[in-house]
């Protein structure tokens, strides 16, 4: 079976969205010692605004997160659980674009 490049690289695209997203949590619960969650949009002022960029990619992650502690522990239905994996994936392949482009301006290709 063979993948085309355009799947192969939209594959790649979402891996390093979720891997990016994943990094900046836990680098922001090992710094914060307290884990990130959108919660930190709550507290206003300038707290709220510097939250922002870290909240914009790390939320593939507090997604997927929340929606397992959700299921286990709340029992929440499937099709809710399968319309949070859309959303993080859809998310992640977005956050894993703007890095990839930011990148390759970075290095000049």
């Known amino acids: ?44 002022g300038i707290l709220a605004v510097a939250a922002l960029p870290l909240l914009a990619f790390s ?16 029992g929440r239905p499937v099709p809710f659980i399968m319309l949070a994996t859309m959303i993080a994936c859809g998310w992640s392949l977005l956050s894993g674009r703007l890095a990839l482009n930011l990148a390759a301006m970075i290095a000049g290709v």
């Open 1 to 44: 079976m063979t993948i085309s490049p355009a799947a192969f690289d939209s594959l790649r695209t979402l891996c390093i969205g979720f891997a990016l997203s994943g990094l900046l949590a836990s680098a922001f619960e090992l710094f914060a010692a307290r884990r990130a969650s959108f919660n930190l949009l709550q507290r206003g």
């Open 59 to 74: 939320a593939p992650f507090i997604i997927l997160r929340n929606t397992v502690r959700g299921r286990r522990i709340e």
